[in-house]
């Protein structure tokens, strides 16, 4: 980062160049003068000479002014309203091209987590950080020089479980590729084949971050999130429903849009619901046709269904091509209640959890084999098929 | 600006199948010569259909990470990037000569240059080649050794068989090893029998796949008899028949697989400046030993 007294000069060449128009920051050049305004000052005039005292005395817009459009850059581009969300900052741009369409969120939910600071308060709350969840992941914007701000900001990442951590209790890692490795397994080892599954593992950071290597990570973590959270907030989400998602496949996955309708309601629940994926879904079966479940609160959308969901509804158009059929079996009503147990179990990820000699959950092991050692003939549950007319 | 998409396949059920793409993506961010590079796959993320949209860059270069002009790179690649007028006829080739094409994406305001896989690149003789010399570990073998490049087959898809040859034919022309054999896993000449094609004592075999996977580190050594059992290993070389089989693993894995990419990039009009060279010189002195021949095991799907 320049020294701020270097920075004078390139605010003046802009004033004269258009003139300056940003976050409540205005610096123009008429007639000779430089005028100079801002949200909580009034406008005074200055010259060349008078330039380095007058701007000295709104030195957090002119470091904000500088960090935004000489660091950071990238006008118009996702990585920088991303980073203007880190730390509260309005939506500018967007604004100033009349294409943001509410600045206080997407629905009101939302709402009360989008309130935006002016540069004064901005600046304020920066000395200490401003927290964001993106997520699982909490995301702190700083000052790097806390004492003398001079505009410069750092990013640092980890777990949201970890906010209460303190730093030395995590490994530390500065390479954002090295967000690759943290997100390929779970806390149990196993691997995570979506990104955005709640099974983040917890115990890392990334600390003192630039904005190009907070974004890398973040994308590392969740792919494409920033990129289509931005096109939502630009009203520019270009959502895929089920149908044209599905008769767009060919090869093995050509069969899915033969999926039936509520089919596409249950595998939804199964799959995209808050507590398996951190996406909201924002598809639906047809743009005019709802599918009966919520897509979730989550604060990036899911604009089509994803791979992992291709793949399973290859195996459940499969499955749904059988027959219905009537089965007979012998079952006291405990043990019929307890398959409801196990599947419920299963469902919601709860095996590991129930204890050895829990034996009055229907879920536990010594409970399904003893049902299995009674009710299963030759490896499955002793039924008769009841021909149906 | 200028941006590299290696477009790779992925697997939702073996997480190493994408170690070989993240390595050679890395190696091409340390070269330089690209402003932003993104790894994008079928079956990880970000997909194919969202990577393009991450990107800054205006001028976009999309080198697929499969071995053969087929389904994926004429059908499912082009698509999912929504390359609307991407017809195969744009590569104008005969199953190993695609080049690239260059195509507007319909949901970003960006150029797209949509390169022939790396399987087919000319480069690509060399890695094999390279390969041979890594699991010998002697940089000038070929007198008296015979290698065998494996694929596929046609029963995939008839290019699969012809990427083969074409590498074959090229390390044949050159007069470096005694012989030089194209072997399938699914067609004559099969890779099961790989002892009957060859004279020499030894014998180098090279598969060319991508990533190591359940082809290359279940199936193709129990067929040719390296091991009973894939998951005890195997010995490099192995007796089989009286022969030395040297069995190299997936090709794709090689670090020279970055130049590849880079090179075809580069035939798409990349300024890639001299990274191949300097990308060359940081894998040869990285030695041979970046490579494990028996890592990553697993069924991809
Ligand atoms: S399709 Fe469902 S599971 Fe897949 S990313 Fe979207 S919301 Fe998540």
């Given at each position: 980062?320049?020294d701020?007294?270097?920075?004078?000069?390139?605010?003046?060449?802009?004033?004269?160049?258009?003139?300056?128009?940003?976050?409540?920051?205005?610096?123009?050049?008429?007639?000779?003068?430089?005028?100079?305004?801002?949200?909580?000052?009034?406008?005074?005039?200055?010259?060349e000479?008078?330039?380095?005292d007058?701007?000295?005395?709104?030195?957090?817009?002119?470091?904000?002014?500088w960090?935004?459009?000489?660091?950071?850059?990238?006008?118009g581009?996702?990585?920088?309203?991303?980073?203007?969300?880190?730390?509260r900052?309005?939506p500018?741009?967007?604004?100033?091209?009349?294409?943001?369409?509410?600045?206080?969120?997407?629905?009101?939910?939302?709402e009360?987590?989008e309130?935006?600071?002016?540069?004064?308060?901005?600046?304020?709350a920066?000395r200490?950080?401003?927290?964001?969840?993106?997520?699982?992941?909490?995301?702190?914007?700083?000052?790097?020089?806390?004492?003398?701000?001079?505009?410069?900001?750092?990013y640092?990442?980890?777990?949201?479980?970890?906010?209460?951590?303190?730093?030395?209790?995590?490994?530390?890692?500065?390479?954002?590729?090295?967000?690759?490795?943290?997100?390929?397994?779970?806390?149990?080892?196993?691997?995570?084949?979506l990104?955005?599954?709640?099974?983040?593992?917890?115990?890392?950071?990334?600390?003192?971050?630039s904005?190009?290597?907070?974004v890398?990570?973040?994308?590392?973590?969740?792919?494409?999130?920033?990129?289509?959270?931005?096109?939502?907030?630009?009203?520019?989400?270009?959502?895929?429903?089920?149908?044209?998602?599905?008769?767009?496949?060919?090869?093995?996955?050509?069969?899915?849009?033969?999926?039936?309708?509520?089919?596409v309601?249950?595998?939804?629940?199964?799959?995209?619901?808050?507590?398996?994926?951190?996406?909201?879904?924002e598809?639906?079966?047809e743009?005019?046709d709802?599918?009966?479940?919520?897509?979730?609160?989550?604060?990036?959308?899911?604009?089509?269904?994803?791979?992992?969901?291709?793949?399973?509804?290859?195996?459940?158009?499969?499955?749904?091509?059988?027959?219905?059929?009537t089965?007979?079996?012998?079952?006291?009503?405990?043990?019929?209640?307890?398959?409801?147990?196990?599947?419920?179990?299963?469902?919601?990820?709860?095996t590991?959890?129930?204890?050895?000699?829990?034996?009055?959950?229907?879920?536990?092991?010594?409970?399904?084999?003893?049902?299995?050692?009674?009710?299963?003939?030759?490896g499955?549950?002793?039924?008769?098929?009841?021909?149906?007319? | 600006?200028?941006?590299?998409?290696?477009?790779?396949?992925?697997?939702?059920?073996?997480?190493d199948?994408?170690?070989?793409?993240?390595?050679?993506?890395?190696?091409?961010?340390?070269?330089?010569?690209?402003?932003?590079?993104?790894?994008?796959?079928?079956?990880?993320?970000?997909?194919?259909?969202?990577?393009?949209?991450?990107l800054e860059?205006?001028?976009?270069?999309?080198?697929?990470l499969?071995?053969?002009?087929?389904?994926?790179?004429?059908?499912?690649?082009?698509?999912e990037?929504?390359?609307?007028?991407w017809?195969?006829?744009?590569?104008?080739?005969?199953?190993?000569?695609?080049?690239?094409?260059?195509?507007?994406?319909?949901?970003?305001?960006?150029t797209?240059?949509?390169?022939?896989?790396?399987?087919?690149?000319?480069a690509?003789?060399?890695?094999i080649?390279?390969?041979?010399?890594?699991?010998?570990?002697?940089?000038?073998?070929?007198?008296?050794?015979?290698?065998?490049?494996?694929?596929?087959?046609t029963?995939?898809?008839?290019?699969?068989?012809?990427?083969?040859?074409?590498?074959?034919?090229?390390?044949?022309?050159?007069?470096?090893?005694?012989?030089?054999?194209?072997l399938?896993?699914?067609?004559?000449?099969?890779?099961?029998?790989v002892?009957?094609?060859?004279?020499?004592?030894?014998?180098?075999?090279?598969?060319?796949?991508?990533?190591?996977?359940?082809h290359?580190?279940?199936?193709?050594p129990?067929?040719?008899?390296?091991?009973?059992?894939?998951?005890?290993?195997?010995?490099?070389?192995?007796?089989?028949?009286?022969?030395r089989?040297?069995?190299?693993?997936?090709?794709?894995?090689?670090?020279?697989?970055?130049?590849?990419?880079?090179?075809?990039a580069?035939?798409?009009?990349?300024?890639?400046?001299?990274?191949?060279e300097t990308?060359?010189?940081?894998?040869?002195?990285?030695?041979?030993?970046?490579?494990?021949?028996?890592?990553?095991?697993?069924?991809?799907d």
């Amino acid at each position: 980062m320049s020294d701020p007294a270097n920075r004078v000069e390139p605010l003046l060449e802009s004033a004269r160049d258009g003139g300056v128009r940003f976050d409540g920051f205005r610096l123009e050049r008429t007639d000779g003068a430089y005028v100079l305004e801002t949200s909580e000052t009034d406008r005074i005039e200055f010259d060349e000479a008078t330039a380095d005292d007058a701007l000295s005395t709104v030195a957090e817009y002119v470091s904000n002014w500088w960090y935004w459009q000489r660091v950071v850059e990238g006008d118009g581009t996702a990585r920088r309203a991303f980073l203007r969300w880190c730390e509260r900052a309005p939506p500018i741009e967007a604004e100033a091209n009349g294409e943001i369409a509410d600045a206080d969120g997407i629905d009101g939910s939302r709402e009360a987590d989008e309130r935006s600071l002016p540069v004064p308060d901005r600046y304020e709350a920066l000395r200490d950080g401003v927290d964001r969840e993106w997520g699982q992941l909490r995301i702190t914007t700083r000052f790097v020089d806390v004492d003398e701000p001079d505009g410069e900001r750092v990013y640092d990442l980890w777990h949201a479980d970890d906010a209460g951590t303190d730093l030395a209790e995590l490994d530390v890692y500065d390479d954002p590729r090295e967000a690759r490795e943290i997100a390929t397994y779970d806390d149990d080892g196993r691997y995570r084949p979506l990104n955005t599954a709640p099974t983040l593992p917890s115990g890392w950071a990334f600390t003192g971050c630039s904005g190009e290597e907070l974004v890398e990570a973040v994308e590392f973590f969740y792919p494409a999130t920033v990129a289509n959270w931005h096109r939502e907030r630009l009203e520019t989400l270009d959502v895929d429903h089920w149908l044209e998602t599905a008769e767009r496949q060919t090869g093995i996955y050509d069969v899915i849009d033969e999926l039936p309708r509520e089919a596409v309601d249950w595998m939804a629940e199964a799959c995209c619901v808050d507590s398996q994926c951190l996406r909201r879904r924002e598809w639906e079966y047809e743009a005019d046709d709802e599918l009966a479940i919520d897509g979730g609160d989550g604060q990036f959308p899911c604009r089509e269904p994803c791979s992992l969901v291709i793949a399973a509804a290859r195996k459940w158009t499969i499955l749904e091509s059988e027959d219905e059929r009537t089965y007979e079996l012998e079952l006291t009503t405990s043990e019929f209640n307890q398959l409801a147990e196990l599947i419920d179990a299963v469902a919601e990820g709860r095996t590991d959890e129930i204890r050895e000699a829990d034996v009055y959950d229907g879920a536990n092991r010594y409970r399904a084999r003893y049902l299995r050692a009674k009710r299963f003939d030759d490896g499955s549950l002793e039924a008769r098929t009841r021909g149906e007319q | 600006m200028q941006a590299l998409v290696i477009a790779a396949h992925g697997s939702h059920l073996n997480p190493d199948a994408s170690d070989p793409t993240y390595a050679h993506a890395d190696a091409v961010r340390e070269a330089g010569a690209f402003d932003e590079v993104r790894e994008a796959f079928w079956k990880e993320e970000p997909h194919f259909r969202e990577v393009v949209r991450t990107l800054e860059s205006e001028e976009v270069f999309v080198v697929p990470l499969f071995i053969s002009e087929g389904y994926f790179t004429e059908q499912v690649i082009p698509r999912e990037l929504r390359l609307e007028e991407w017809d195969p006829e744009r590569w104008d080739s005969d199953g190993t000569d695609a080049s690239q094409a260059t195509l507007e994406a319909t949901d970003v305001e960006k150029t797209v240059h949509y390169c022939g896989p790396v399987g087919t690149h000319d480069a690509m003789t060399d890695v094999i080649v390279s390969r041979a010399e890594s699991v010998t570990d002697d940089p000038d073998v070929g007198e008296g050794v015979g290698l065998a490049v494996v694929g596929h087959g046609t029963e995939r898809n008839e290019n699969s068989a012809k990427a083969i040859e074409y590498h074959a034919d090229r390390i044949r022309g050159r007069d470096r090893f005694e012989e030089v054999k194209a072997l399938f896993m699914d067609e004559e000449p099969e890779v099961d029998d790989v002892t009957d094609y060859f004279e020499s004592d030894d014998v180098v075999v090279v598969p060319l796949f991508v990533a190591d996977g359940y082809h290359t580190q279940e199936d193709i050594p129990e067929d040719m008899g390296l091991t009973d059992d894939f998951r005890e290993g195997w010995e490099i070389p192995a007796i089989v028949d009286g022969v030395r089989l040297w069995y190299a693993g997936a090709v794709g894995t090689e670090e020279l697989m970055a130049d590849v990419i880079l090179e075809r990039a580069a035939d798409a009009g990349a300024d890639v400046g001299d990274s191949i060279e300097t990308g060359r010189e940081a894998a040869e002195s990285a030695g041979d030993d970046g490579t494990d021949p028996n890592a990553g095991a697993g069924a991809g799907d």
